[in-house]
């Protein structure tokens, strides 16, 4: 019986599937016998959709009809114009076309539909464009889909067939993006140890440049500003790409355009020839800029390029020979041979698909389980569906009373057999299968009653594919809930290995009234900083008074689960125990609308900020701060330039200096984090001394060495002046320290007495009042519970001021 | 995570001497009877008492260990014998931290 796992590429230029049987990889071939299909749609009058090669011829003659690059638009609510048939289409409605021609690929070639796929997305897609490319795949009819990562993809399929250990780089140059994984293969075992990346960077500056140098040479006079010369320029544009894939074989390729362009009203005919020489000129600086992103992602681990052992090339624009040299001189290691650039990533998401899908319940595609007999007995059995252990765990556990007593574990080629194993008290039992290398391994369970009879056993077979293991992908960025008072709770801290699902209970600070409108609004937020206002908003729980029957008062609890899947998909639950409700209505932020007029009021605002650091670096006298303002007004201006594009109409220009002058908020961010610096070691020196001081007298003896341990971290993080790991090492330490101080028999009394002081600015001035008098009361009689609970309903009573909740995302939880 | 009460070792019941492949095999097993609900799989041995576990913590627990740097970290951490000390009495409450820098 053989079991078919699906993966899909979903790129930006081209998107392919693959076929993993267990034992050998199949990238699948679309109607007109290629590999990949370009991800273009074109939608005709009668609204008949078309993708793939035959799209694309129209992209050029009929781009009224015709769209590519969407994938750069998942996530937004920017509808395509299909003219003819009168339609819009949104960006996830074209990507799933692309996969339902895909999945009708497979199902010529294999004789089934697959219901169950991964699907790959770039390593920086943020939380909405995740959640839109599984919307897309639902779309295509895939009823299970998991997301896969695509440096991480890459990596399973390059390490399928390489076992040496060592370090490497998975270089992805893709057609608008770059991205960098850092791997370390030890004992078999593959482990993402970092990444980094460009989000504009890719084969289209190479184009771009290739424009503006026929546009200089041949004195064409094309502003990207000018929508009139939009048109132009798109057509130049392809030809220049044409060009430069030509260039990758041969020394010289003409530029050609089948009809004269048109500029201001004139005809122009473009005929030129450009040589390998002038585009691998004119391509350089982009090249090295990915492979700075390369040396800086070693510098971050504290390695150098010597301790390379593989790069690997994926990607289009990997195909170009100069780049290829460049890399070898710089890294000092040549592109690893025999992995083919363009279909790695998909291989990859087709060997993901065995590893995460295998241990479900066989799809389509695995040939029909022989119909249970009635005497059957169900077991539950959990197995690796692939990994890298010769000897695996195999468990199972028996749903069926009475259990078999003994159970034993075979495998298909008479190659193993485990010994008869009885079956605990829980009904469950335990084995470590052998595997043979490289191979799937098809496993026979039997079992006998305590006379020794034969019991049927359902289901009765496993198959484990002995192959590569990738450690759970780390979480790119931190993601929590932000509270009214400004923080954040983290729920998942970067690094944090996917999939993840975790609970907090949080309180509201304000009445939630019926009614129309959103009542309760609990904000989600990725970013690697302690306050709200610092980290990108991500999405909301809302809860809508009209699901309310009464009113929730100012306290009430609040249990939000967040759940992350391996590929980053994002879903959050709120459950309200007072009214007994879930709600799952998580509000996805959509990606914002990159209109001119948004982008140039952050590159403004941008501006500003940067212009208010400049001012504190000279102040301050901080040289290096000084240079770092300049780099990142540098960075501006590019965008500056992007936010001109898209006032000449093109969509694509806006999204992508959307991206950077996200990232360059980053940056920004960072650096006024540098800023508050002062600040940050004067509350990590605060809370050193705090905890210090009440370790001393009320820690345990290991309380006190982990302590010592969290402060010389957070010494070397003072020292090193990274605030984020600062950040993190004083709330480790303060966790510590109040540890030790609720061990003091005063600990609750004080904190009362804090509270107490603040009551004049309770929500609820009487109740507060008769708290304090219940408080006062129980300090009175030595009950420490009663002091406690007093300060915690005191607690909750107490408002954060408006200020901070607008710095909160509006946040209505604490 | 807490280098002694959740420390990766005990999380997934494994010494420092283990290899790369034992941890993996171990968090499988281990996520493997947390699915099927069996009892032994739900706490975990640790210096501060039994101590509650969940798959998120056996991930978190493997990835710890799969990290040779902060393996290390963890590794003379993992020697103090396992469920040899009472639970601390009186444990903190949750919340404190929050709640301390709330008031800060
Ligand atoms: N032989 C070649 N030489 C140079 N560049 C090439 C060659 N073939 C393709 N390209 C370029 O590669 C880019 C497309 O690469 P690729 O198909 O890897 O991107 P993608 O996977 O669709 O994008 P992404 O990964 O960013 O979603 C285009 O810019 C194209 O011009
Ligand atoms: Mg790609």
Same mark, same amino acid.
């Given at each position: 019986m053989t079991r078919h796992f699906v993966g899909f590429d979903l790129g930006t230029t081209n998107s392919a599937a693959a076929v993993f049987d267990g034992e050998q990889v199949t990238v699948v071939r679309n109607r007109q016998g290629g590999v990949l299909t370009p991800s273009v749609v074109r939608i005709n009058a009668k609204g008949v959709a078309t993708v793939g090669a035959r799209a694309r011829g129209f992209l050029d003659s009929d781009p009224a009809n015709t769209?590519?690059?969407?994938?750069?638009?998942?996530?937004?609510?920017?509808?395509?114009?299909?003219?003819?048939?009168?339609?819009?289409?949104?960006?996830?409605?074209?990507?799933?076309?692309? !996969?339902?021609?895909?999945?009708?690929?497979?199902?010529?070639?294999?004789?089934?539909?697959?219901?169950?796929?991964?699907?790959?997305?770039?390593?920086?897609?943020?939380?909405?464009?995740?959640?839109?490319?599984?919307?897309?795949?639902?779309?295509?009819?895939?009823?299970?889909?998991?997301?896969?990562?695509?440096?991480?993809?890459?990596?399973?399929?390059?390490?399928?067939?390489?076992?040496?250990?060592?370090?490497?780089?998975?270089?992805?140059?893709?057609?608008?993006?770059?991205?960098?994984?850092? !791997?370390?293969?030890?004992?078999?075992?593959?482990?993402?140890?970092?990444?980094?990346?460009?989000?504009?960077?890719?084969?289209?500056?190479?184009?771009?440049?290739?424009?503006?140098?026929?546009?200089?040479?041949?004195?064409?006079?094309?502003?990207?500003?000018?929508?009139?010369?939009?048109?132009?320029?798109?057509?130049?544009?392809?030809?220049?790409?044409?060009?430069?894939?030509?260039?990758?074989?041969?020394?010289?390729?003409?530029?050609? !355009?089948?009809?004269?362009?048109?500029?201001?009203?004139?005809?122009?005919?473009?005929?030129?020839?450009?040589?390998?020489?002038?585009?691998?000129?004119?391509?350089?600086?982009?090249?090295?800029?990915?492979?700075?992103?390369?040396?800086?992602?070693?510098?971050?681990?504290?390695?150098?390029?010597?301790?390379?052992?593989?790069?690997?090339?994926?990607?289009?624009?990997?195909?170009?020979?100069?780049?290829?040299?460049?890399?070898?001189e710089r890294l000092g290691v040549d592109p690893a041979e025999g992995l083919d650039p363009m279909t790695l990533v998909v291989r990859g998401a087709a060997l993901h698909a065995c590893a995460a899908l295998g241990s479900a319940s066989p799809g389509p595609g695995a040939s029909p389980a022989p119909s249970p007999s009635a005497a059957a007995r169900n077991v539950l059995l959990k197995f690796p569906a692939m990994t890298t252990d010769p000897t695996p765990p195999v468990l199972g556990r028996c749903l069926a009373k009475p259990a078999p007593a003994e159970v034993r574990l075979e495998r298909v080629d008479g190659g193993f057999t485990s010994d008869w194993t009885p079956v605990d008290a829980e009904g469950a039992f335990f084995f470590l299968a052998e595997l043979q290398p490289r191979r799937a391994n098809t496993f026979r369970l039997e079992g006998r009653d305590r006379d020794g009879r034969a019991v049927t056993l359902e289901p009765s077979t496993a198959t484990i594919v002995h192959g590569v293991t990738i450690g759970d992908p780390p979480l790119a960025r931190t993601i929590g809930v932000a509270l009214a008072s400004g923080g954040v709770r983290v729920y998942f801290e970067r690094g944090a290995p996917l999939p993840a699902r975790r609970t907090f209970v949080h309180h509201t600070v304000e009445a939630a009234l019926p009614g129309a409108g959103v009542a309760l609004r609990i904000p989600v937020v990725q970013g690697d900083f302690d306050e709200a206002h610092l980290c990108r908003l991500v999405g909301a729980i809302e809860i809508d008074g009209g699901a309310l029957d009464r009113t929730l008062p100012s306290g009430t609890p609040v249990e939000v689960t967040l759940s992350l899947d391996r590929g980053g998909n994002l879903s959050a639950q709120a459950y309200v125990p007072a009214i007994d409700e879930a709600f799952e209505s998580v509000a996805h932020l959509l990606v914002p609308e990159a209109t001119p007029e948004v982008l140039e009021k952050a590159v403004a605002e941008l501006h500003e900020r940067l212009e208010a650091l400049r001012r504190d670096a000279f102040r301050l006298q901080l040289p290096s701060m000084v240079a770092d303002v300049d780099r990142a007004e540098a960075e501006l201006a590019r965008c500056r330039a992007g936010t001109t594009a898209t006032r000449g109409g093109d969509e694509d220009a806006g999204q992508k200096a959307r991206r950077d002058l996200l990232e360059l908020e980053a940056a920004v961010t960072a650096l006024e984090a540098a800023r508050r610096w002062p600040e940050l070691e004067g509350d990590a020196r605060e809370a050193m001394v705090w905890a210090t001081s009440w370790m001393s007298s009320h820690g345990t003896p290991a309380e006190s060495r982990l302590l010592e341990d969290a402060v010389a971290q957070l010494e070397q993080a003072l020292a090193q002046r990274n605030p984020r790991l600062l950040q993190l090492q004083s709330r480790h330490v303060r966790r510590l320290g109040s540890a030790a101080f609720h061990r003091w028999p005063g600990a609750w009394g004080s904190m009362f007495e804090y509270a107490a002081s603040r009551v004049h600015e309770a929500t609820d001035l009487r109740r507060a009042a008769e708290v304090v008098a219940q408080g006062r009361a129980a300090q009175g009689r030595g009950d420490r519970d009663g002091v406690r609970a007093a300060t915690e309903q005191l607690w909750e009573m107490l408002p954060s001021d408006v200020r901070t909740r607008a710095r909160s995302h509006r946040s209505d939880v604490r | 995570m807490d280098p002694l009460a959740d420390n990766p070792f005990f999380v997934l019941d494994l010494t420092p001497a283990c290899t790369a492949i034992e941890v993996e095999r171990q968090a499988a097993k281990l996520l493997a009877m947390l699915e099927l609900g069996l009892a032994a799989a739900g706490t975990h041995a640790s210096p501060l008492g039994r101590r509650p576990r969940t798959p998120e913590k056996v991930r978190e627990a493997a990835a710890a260990l799969r990290d040779p740097a902060r393996r290390a970290a963890f590794e003379p951490w993992a020697t103090a014998p396992a469920g040899a000390a009472p639970s601390a009495p009186g444990a903190p409450w949750p919340e404190a931290f929050a709640a301390l820098t709330w008031w800060r």
């Open positions: 769209h590519g690059g969407f994938k750069r638009l998942m996530g937004t609510r920017k509808g395509l114009r299909f003219a003819a048939a009168g339609v819009e289409r949104l960006p996830e409605e074209l990507a799933a076309e692309v !996969l339902r021609s895909l999945r009708g690929d497979v199902a010529d070639q294999f004789g089934f539909a697959p219901t169950h796929a991964v699907v790959t997305v770039p390593a920086l897609f943020e939380v909405p464009q995740s959640h839109a490319t599984v919307k897309a795949a639902k779309l295509a009819g895939l009823e299970h889909v998991e997301l896969l990562q695509e440096p991480v993809a890459s990596a399973l399929a390059a390490g399928w067939d390489r076992t040496e250990a060592g370090w490497w780089l998975v270089y992805d140059l893709g057609g608008g993006t770059f991205d960098v994984t850092l !791997l370390e293969s030890r004992e078999g075992l593959l482990r993402v140890v970092g990444h980094d990346g460009d989000n504009f960077l890719g084969g289209r500056d190479v184009d771009a440049a290739l424009v503006d140098w026929i546009v200089r040479d041949q004195g064409l006079g094309l502003r990207r500003e000018d929508a009139a010369h939009a048109e132009a320029l798109r057509r130049l544009t392809a030809a220049a790409e044409e060009a430069k894939i030509e260039l990758s074989r041969a020394n010289e390729a003409a530029i050609a !355009l089948p009809a004269a362009l048109l500029v201001d009203g004139d005809a122009i005919e473009v005929d030129c020839v450009l040589d390998r020489g002038t585009a691998e000129r004119l391509a350089l600086p982009l090249i090295d800029r990915s492979i700075d992103r390369c040396l800086a992602l070693l510098r971050a681990h504290g390695l150098d390029a010597s301790a390379l052992r593989h790069v690997v090339l994926v990607g289009g624009p990997t195909a170009m020979p100069a780049l290829r040299a460049r890399i070898a | -």
